[in-house]
Nanobody, 125 residues
């Protein structure tokens, strides 16, 4: 089974940038959708971005569109989330997730079967 490990989180000032990585062990098949979600204290987990492993179609939450970029490196089995113009409201634990079935409901956490342990992103004002 695919195991996911996130890295790249940290503390950054508002307006700064971070790049998160999600390394997958095990084979990611062409049907997969890889997603990023985040959860702030006291809030529900929310969709951030997703990418189809085959073709590279990308999806973004309105709150991050134009600031975040998701990408993948097929050879490295790694998904990235480049985050620019960070805001304090982006502070959260960020999770990488894998949907083996490539669901059209890529924005719903429940369709993702595998999750990483999360990486903390803190944006100071």
């Amino acid at each position: 089974q695919v195991q996911l490990v996130e890295s790249g989180g940290g503390l950054v000032q508002a307006g700064g940038s971070l790049r998160l990585s999600c390394a997958a062990s095990g084979r990611i098949f062409s049907s997969y959708v890889m997603g990023w979600f985040r959860q702030a204290p006291g809030k529900e987990r929310e969709f951030v971005s997703a990418i189809r492993w085959s073709g590279g179609t990308t999806y973004y939450a309105d709150s991050v569109k134009g600031r975040f970029t998701i990408s993948r490196d097929n050879a490295k089995n790694t998904v990235y989330l480049e985050m620019n113009s960070l805001k304090p409201e982006d502070t959260a634990v960020y999770y990488c997730a894998a949907d083996p079935n490539g669901s059209s409901s890529w924005y719903r956490a429940r369709v993702y079967a595998r999750w990483g342990q999360g990486t903390q992103v803190t944006v100071s004002s």
